[in-house]
C-alpha cells in the first residue's frame, strides 16, 4: 500500500510539472503571436471602425448595421486609446486567454484533466488564431471558459455569476445567444435543488439579464430582417443566419462539411463530447 501511494504521487508530481511547461509553452507562443501578427481582413474593418468614429459614433455605427454586438468594439476603443498600439491590444486578449486557462487549472487541481484541456484548446490553431486578433472571439472565449468553473451550487452568488457572463458573451457576439438556453438547461439539470428553490435564485438574475439585453434583442430581430441587406456578405437576414450557424456547427469554421478536413473535424468534435 506505501509503494501504491508513493507510486500515485510521483506519478501526479510529474504530471503536475508536464502541465506546468504545457502552459509555459502556451503563455510563450500566444504572446509571440500577438506580438509578431501583422493582422487580416476582418480585424483591418474593426481597425478602421475604431479609428474613424468616437466612441458614441462607434455604437451607433455597429448597432446601424448590427455586424456583431457593440461590447467588443467598445473594449477595442478603450484599449487603443490607452496602448495606442494595436500589438498591445492583441496582447491584452492572449493574456485574458491565458489568465482563463490558467484559472480553469487552478479549479480543477486535475493535472489529467488540465493537460488535456491545454492540449485540446490551447493548441488548437483556431483558438490561437481567434484569441490573438482584434475580434469578438478573443474575449467570448475566457468568458466560456470561466463559465465552466462556476462557484458551487450552494453559494447564493451562483446565478448571479452564470447571468453576469452570459450577458457579456451576449454582447460581444450572438453566439452567446445560441449557446445561452443551452448552458442554462445544462446548469439548471445539475443544481440538485428543488425547483422553487432555484426558481427563486434565478427569478432576479434572470430577469435582470433580460432586461439589459431587450434592446440588443430588438436591434437583432429588426436589422436582420430589413430587406436592404440583400447582398451584403457579412450581414444576413433571421433565417439565412441560423442557416450559416448549423453548417458552421457541423463543419467549423473555414471548413467545408464535405471536404475531408470538413468530416475529420465533425469526428473529433463528437469524440471530444
Excluded at 32 to 39: A, C, K
Excluded at 56 to 74: E, G, M, R, V
Excluded at 166 to 193: A, E, N, S, T
Aim: overall charge positive; proline content about 3%.
Amino acid at each position: 500500500l506505501k509503494h501504491t501511494m508513493y507510486t500515485f504521487s510521483s506519478k501526479k508530481n510529474v504530471l503536475f510539472y508536464v502541465e506546468i511547461f504545457l502552459f509555459t509553452i502556451l503563455a510563450f507562443l500566444y504572446l509571440y503571436v500577438s506580438y509578431h501578427s501583422f493582422g487580416y481582413d476582418d480585424e483591418y474593418f474593426n481597425i478602421r471602425q475604431v479609428r474613424e468614429h468616437n466612441l458614441l459614433s462607434l455604437i451607433q455605427t455597429i448597432q446601424q448595421t448590427d455586424i456583431h454586438p457593440p461590447l467588443s468594439y467598445i473594449i477595442n476603443k478603450v484599449l487603443f486609446s490607452v496602448f495606442e498600439d494595436w500589438t498591445f491590444v492583441r496582447m491584452v486578449s492572449s493574456v485574458l486567454f491565458l489568465a482563463s486557462l490558467f484559472f480553469f487549472c487552478r479549479k480543477t487541481k486535475n493535472p489529467d484533466i488540465n493537460i488535456f484541456f491545454l492540449v485540446f484548446l490551447g493548441l488548437n490553431p483556431s483558438v490561437l488564431l481567434w484569441t490573438t486578433s482584434i475580434r469578438w472571439y478573443a474575449y467570448v472565449l475566457p468568458l466560456l471558459i470561466l463559465l465552466h468553473i462556476a462557484p458551487t451550487y450552494e453559494r447564493k452568488r451562483y446565478w448571479w455569476y452564470f447571468f453576469t457572463i452570459g450577458w457579456l458573451v451576449c454582447m460581444l457576439g450572438y453566439i452567446g445567444f445560441l449557446l445561452g438556453p443551452i448552458y442554462f438547461i445544462y446548469y439548471w439539470i445539475q443544481d440538485k435543488h428543488k425547483f422553487i428553490h432555484k426558481l427563486k435564485r434565478v427569478l432576479l438574475p434572470g430577469s435582470l439579464f433580460i432586461l439589459l439585453y431587450a434592446y440588443q434583442l430588438y436591434i437583432f430581430i429588426t436589422v436582420h430582417n430589413r430587406t436592404e441587406l440583400t447582398g451584403n456578405q457579412q450581414v444576413f437576414d433571421l433565417f439565412a443566419s441560423i442557416q450559416s450557424y448549423i453548417a458552421s456547427a457541423f463543419s467549423n469554421q473555414g471548413l467545408f462539411p464535405l471536404s475531408f478536413f470538413g468530416i475529420l473535424s465533425i469526428v473529433g468534435l463528437s469524440l471530444i463530447h
